[in-house]
């Protein structure tokens, strides 16, 4: 989530693969948190930083400046110990980085018409994908040795996308999406499902992988409105959970489990099997309003997922998810979704921080 522009405070933001810690990235350097406690574990000022990635709990990061200092090149991607406080390793490129995904395998640099895929360990380069310009640096990355999928804009004029495996560094699939060119696109923990919005930001669509197939598509709303950010819950099966953030503000979350038990039953009858992708109904969509001022970037994942089953009602469950939004005008906001199994739903604001005015008051750590 880099190349937010320079008015607001916080350039960039990212969570690490189990969303345990998080990063952000400012015009005076980057700050690493720990999520449940809010600690600041780490902070380097030493000038603007567009993107800042996490290799799960590990000191490993990887960091490109955002051009603000001659020594923070956007075309230089840095590999950063935290306990040592050192750089281990630096890549340059002719153009800027976009984008940067990695897991205990692979490295992945995103530039505007290529992509790189490297073994992070040796750092040689195992594949070089030609893109049509994505200067957004869109990209989707399941961090599952098993199911190590890369998925890239394959058109400028409309939404469709490739799927790579990455362990096996061959192509898997073209996935056409959505009509209009995309804007977000994010995998399931387990790299099954695959979520994309359009730049209308009306629809959200979840496909399954390897297979390519658009299973269900969510209306998000009327008007358009760019979806800053995707996540899936985080089941190890189907995940329960989709939720979005856009522009105008909101907090979008959409409940896949039901929606896919809904299209099953609908699917045993005549009309329900004709249709490939079921369009469901406002029940799987719950909306919290004024989350962030309209036009402000934010950023958010579910962390956790409980099911409450009650035994009065036969197959019944309830739910209660644990959703965390980094927003780029600096705070970091957690909230608790709750549902009955009579889709009675709430929303509960648990935790507010200023990750602005607070930084200062807190030790940091090496």
Known sequence: ?????????????????????????????FKIFETDTLRLCYEKDIGAFSIVEMRFSSSLLAIVGAGEQPALSPRRLCLFNT????????LNFLTSILAIRLNKLRLIVVLQDKTFIYDINSLVILSTIDTVP?????????????????????????????VYNVMELQSLCEIDAHLAPL???????????????????TMVRVHTVPEGTKCISFRRGAYPSTIFSLSFGPSMQLPDF???????????????????NQRGKKSSSFIGAM?????????????????????????????????ISNVSVSEALSFRAKISVVTYDGYFREYI???????ESSWTLEREYNLLTAISDIPTGS
């Open 242 to 260: 989709l939720v979005a953030t856009s522009s105008s503000g909101s907090l979008h979350l959409f409940m896949l489990g039901s929606a896919f």
């Open 183 to 201: 804007a977000a696109m994010v995998f399931s923990s387990e790299g099954t499902y695959l979520a994309t919005a359009s730049e209308q930001g």
């Open 1 to 29: 989530m880099a190349n937010q522009p320079s008015s607001y405070p916080i350039l960039c933001a990212s969570f690490n693969q189990d969303h345990s810690y998080f990063a952000v990235g400012s015009k005076l350097g």
């Open 337 to 343: 979704f709750s549902i009955d199994h009579k889709n």
């Open 275 to 307: 249709i490939p992708s079921a369009i469901l109904d406002p029940a799987h969509h719950h909306v919290l309003h004024n989350v962030v001022a309209e036009g402000v970037k934010s950023y958010a994942v579910i962390r956790e997922v409980q099911k």
């Open 134 to 162: 994505n200067p957004k640096g869109l990209c989707a990355f399941s961090h599952s040795l098993d199911a190590c999928f890369l998925a890239l804009p394959a058109s400028t004029t409309k939404g469709s996308m490739l």
């Open 83 to 90: 306990i040592t406080a050192t750089p281990l390793q630096e």
